[in-house]
């Protein structure tokens, strides 16, 4: 009698220990599949495109969304290009401010998001150089720097008279990395500054450009 008890308890942990093993091995499994995924770009503006690394994410595309630390901040709308288990490459969308984001996979049907912390910090703009520093009514004139974003951003030259209104120049082409803009003809020869303005936020320089008689 004792012996026959004795076989069931030793049966019922084997079969105890070996269910708990299976699911640990389960548990393991979903924590690689739901492992926090890695960006190949972490800074930008609008227009900029990155690629999601990661796994657990399907076949069929789902959604990539930015939260904002700061939640009343609206966040960017993003793109999605394309999508495998393993790789999403998206873009980002229009926004209307800087901040840090954490990036969320949501499968498609999944409730709970794939979340990478702090992935992604939209930038403003920030301009490096000038060339020319001076140049005339017309004269052509390049911007460089980076997070100048995909949509065309807006260049003024600002006098520094008081109360004097900054003149608005012509952008004839433009990247995140560089703007070209035209000396407007309206303004005089003096020494200005620069201002370049995008959706996000805006840089400028002091005593950046000359406009030359």
Same mark, same amino acid.
């Given at each position: 009698?004792?012996? /026959?008890?004795?076989? /069931? ?14 699911m640990g091995l389960a548990l393991m499994g979903a924590a690689s ?19 999601i690394t990661g796994t657990g994410f399907g076949a069929v595309p789902? +959604? ?9 901040? +609206? ?15 998206? #873009?980002v969308g229009a926004c209307s401010a800087t901040m840090d984001c ?49 949509? /065309? ?11 004097? +209104? ?16 035209? #000396? ?30």
């Amino acid at each position: 009698m004792l012996s /026959r008890m004795q076989a /069931r308890s030793g049966s019922f942990r084997q079969v105890l220990t070996a269910g708990l093993a299976i699911m640990g091995l389960a548990l393991m499994g979903a924590a690689s599949a739901w492992a926090q995924p890695t960006l190949d770009v972490t800074k930008g503006a609008v227009g900029t495109q990155f690629t999601i690394t990661g796994t657990g994410f399907g076949a069929v595309p789902g +959604k990539v969304l930015f939260w904002p630390e700061n939640p009343v901040t +609206k966040p960017p709308r993003i793109a999605v290009v394309s999508w495998t288990n393993t790789s999403i490459v998206a #873009v980002v969308g229009a926004c209307s401010a800087t901040m840090d984001c954490d990036v969320q996979v949501l499968p498609k049907g999944a409730i709970t998001p794939i979340t990478a912390d702090n992935g992604f910090e939209v930038r403003r703009p920030n301009m490096d150089s000038i060339s020319p520093v001076t140049g005339g009514a017309g004269a052509l004139i390049t911007i460089s720097g980076e997070y100048f974003g995909a949509v /065309r951003p807006r260049v003024y030259l600002d006098p520094q008279t008081i109360g004097a +209104k900054p003149f608005a120049c012509t952008v004839v082409a433009y990247s995140d990395t560089a703007v070209d803009f035209l #000396v407007p003809e309206k303004a005089g020869p003096g020494v200005y500054h620069l201002w370049i303005i995008n959706s996000v936020s805006a840089d400028g320089k002091d005593d950046a450009f000359t406009i030359t008689p």
